[in-house]
């Protein structure tokens, strides 16, 4: 559902342009939805999956507010996503066709991030998402599973220094050929 607050020509905004003030919200009942790095997953390494559902608001030309209703946390389901330690990896497109298919709109998804800062490389750190985390999006928005006038941002659950849960929430922009990652603040 895309709900315009603007002009009408302000309707079909890019998000992966890095010109696009993409921000978003979180609804109380999908926060309290967000998967959570347990002990458990600290010694197994396997990591959770989720994905997002909600719709966005064309506030302006520059600025488009995504707002997550439901967060669909998913058992490993091969046609979906299948798991691993240290890695998932989700099948978007079969994910779209079953939400769409429904009426529901898929706007980004979640996973865990099992591991603590201290037991990682120098420089990384578990709110980080990986190379292959933005490479897996990358290759949806390539393949046209994912299309840059629909918002898609993703978000990396951890545990904090004091081993609470903490998130992190991210998109790519696009600038050229290249994509980067930009982490998002929450409105």
Request: include cysteine; proline fraction near 5%.
């Amino acid at each position: 559902m895309i709900k315009s607050i603007g002009p009408e020509r302000f309707s079909n905004p890019d998000f992966l342009s890095e010109n696009t003030r993409v921000s978003f919200e979180i609804s109380s009942d999908a926060a309290h939805s967000l998967p959570e790095v347990t002990e458990i997953d600290l010694k197994t390494k396997n990591e959770k999956y989720a994905y997002f559902l909600g719709d966005y608001e064309v506030i302006d030309s520059n600025h488009v507010q995504v707002n997550i209703r439901t967060v669909v946390e998913l058992t490993e389901q091969e046609e979906f996503y299948t798991e691993g330690k240290m890695g998932v990896c989700p099948n978007l497109r079969a994910i779209k066709q079953l939400e769409e298919g429904m009426g529901n709109l898929l706007v980004g998804d979640i996973h865990t991030h099992p591991v603590l800062a201290e037991e990682m490389e120098a420089g990384m750190h578990p709110a980080s998402p990986s190379t292959d985390d933005a490479k897996d999006i990358i290759l949806d928005y390539e393949a046209g599973v994912l299309r840059p006038d629909q918002p898609f941002i993703f978000a990396i659950s951890f545990l904090d220094k004091n081993k609470k849960p903490a998130y992190g929430f991210y998109r790519l922009v696009k600038e050229g050929n290249k994509y980067k990652v930009v982490q998002m603040e929450r409105e």
